[in-house]
């Protein structure tokens, strides 16, 4: 496979219309026609942006879906699938409902595909060992280096795969990049990245987590490259993203970047966006890996001129402390890029779905990393992840101090105290501080954090979390979910 990828001509298209799907057609027309790509009868799978129940620009653009699917037909593509695995815990047939997107894409002759299974939940005729079997049949087992990962047969077995990735900015890589994309071919309990050695100070300082990511991410991608990759940048999410949040905001851009190799397309697309290439740690360690990266000055640029065309964008927030919520104060101690990208959804969340909630509440400290800063104000404490658990366990909030009643109340007559015969002073009493809530994990899961945050602070405190909770709850912490975790690959 990596063979190919080095033989290929590299050849990147931007294209510039006034609306989506005439961008994507352009843009193919001006690679060669859809022909190139597609040939009769061939089985295609396009992979897209299927994050959350949120529509776009979360998920990918379905009007620019639309218009490759017709494209493909046309070429006399036999079967067109459609899929991706979303964020954890969220089956995708919870979502297809959701945006009606399996009819959606079936009256324009094109099948959505359940890589997660989730379509047969609920189907009493189907029961936990026909279920078992099904999951067999779905995954291929593919053993790289010591991590084994389950790949969904459909994508493996189809003729050609179509890369489709919706850009918006991503507070660990800067931008959502084709790379990105491809990562989620694989269930999301495979792509989790866990610091189980307890060795925080180690682990943070060699930035463990996002090299793991970064190796596993390349990993997958050696295991089947997208014979076409686009990167829609019409609408672009700036700010805070790469899901929609108070601090987002959503620029047109009417540009659209596409090529027949990954990498080369998302280095034209970094030096679109005026992102030095060079910079990104995904692309860093693709060099590393001899992942076959092109030089820029060998890629073949059609169409627009990345001169006449560069954009700059408001990226994500590189601190945690940037982040800024009503009353609540960030003490920020050493934290790895897990915690951080945990930390920063977490937060934003809380910004956007929270206003009220945070007015009501006042005098609270978030505490994240090993050997916070010292909270220099009591109030409620948040402690995000096990290095700040564990690294504040001498902190003086840890205790409260309850003075001695016998002593205060000869403070207040203003009368001396009697000598003691016994010497023996009469000691303050301490107690465990319970205005402390404590987030666990390397890094949390952000959807258990908001349950427990809402035990914390009590229902009546956060009525509008309360209720986004319950609306969600088939999601967040749903039945479905948990049936589902018996047997499929969450």
């Known amino acids: 496979m990596l063979s190919q990828s080095k033989s290929k001509k590299n050849e990147v298209v931007i294209s510039k219309a006034d609306t989506p799907k005439e961008s994507l057609i352009k843009g193919i027309e001006i690679l060669g026609g859809i022909s190139r790509f597609i040939d009769n009868e061939d089985q295609v799978f396009i992979k897209f942006n299927l994050n959350l129940p949120g529509g776009f ?9 639309e218009g490759l699917i017709i494209s493909c037909k046309e070429a006399g593509a036999n079967k067109i699938y459609l899929g991706s695995f979303p964020v954890k815990g969220i089956p995708i047939n919870i979502i297809s409902e959701i945006l009606s997107i399996k009819e959606y894409f079936s009256a324009i002759g094109a099948e959505l595909v359940f890589l997660d299974n989730s379509n047969y939940y609920g189907k009493k005729e189907v029961n936990s060992e026909q279920l078992k079997k099904i999951k067999r049949d779905s995954f291929t087992k593919v053993k790289l280096n010591d991590n084994e990962y389950s790949i969904p047969n459909i994508i493996l077995n189809s003729d050609k795969f179509i890369s489709v990735n919706q850009i918006n900015v991503n507070p660990l890589f800067k931008i959502n990049l084709a790379l990105l994309n491809s990562y989620s071919i694989i269930p999301s309990k495979y792509r ?12 943070n300082s060699r930035n463990q987590y996002k090299k793991d990511l970064i190796s596993n991410i390349l990993k997958i991608y050696r295991v089947k490259q997208p014979d076409l990759v686009i990167n829609d940048l019409f609408y672009i999410l700036e700010g805070a993203g790469p899901f929609i949040y108070k601090d987002s905001n959503l620029r047109k851009t009417k540009l659209m970047i596409m090529g ?18 060079d910079d990104n740690d995904l ?33 994500c927030v590189p601190k945690i402390e940037d982040i800024k919520l009503q009353n609540i104060s960030t003490y920020p101690g050493k934290y790895c890029t897990g915690c951080y990208n945990e930390a920063y959804h977490f937060l934003n969340f809380m910004k956007t779905y929270m206003v009220k909630d945070l007015k009501y509440n006042p005098d609270n400290c978030f505490l994240i990393g090993e050997n916070p800063i010292v909270p220099d104000k009591s109030g409620n404490i948040i402690l995000f992840g096990d290095c700040a658990i564990n690294s504040t366990e001498n902190y003086e909030f840890r205790k409260i101090v309850i003075e001695n009643k016998k002593q205060n ?45 809402l035990n914390y602070y009590g229902k009546n405190n956060l009525p509008n979390l309360n209720l986004l909770i319950k609306m969600n709850d088939f999601w967040i912490n749903g039945k479905s979910n948990k049936e589902l975790k018996t047997w499929e690959a969450f």
Do not use: W
Request: proline share 8%.
């Open 192 to 203: 989790e990245i866990r610091n189980n050695k307890n060795k925080t100070h180690e682990y």
């Open 57 to 65: 620009p979360t998920n990918t653009n379905f009007e620019v879906l």
């Open 283 to 315: 692309i860093k360690q693709a060099r590393i890996m001899d992942l076959a990266i092109p030089e820029i000055s060998n890629i073949k640029v059609l169409g627009e001129k990345i001169e006449e065309n560069r954009i700059s964008i408001d990226l």
């Open 409 to 453: 109340k000869k403070k207040l007559k203003n009368k001396p105290p009697k000598e003691n015969k016994s010497k023996k002073k009469p000691k303050n009493k301490e107690k465990p501080n319970k205005d402390i809530l404590e987030l666990h994990g390397c890094p949390p899961n952000i959807y258990t954090c908001l349950n427990l945050l």
């Open 260 to 277: 027949n190799d990954t990498i080369a397309v998302d280095l034209i697309t970094l030096k679109l966006l005026n992102i030095e290439p």
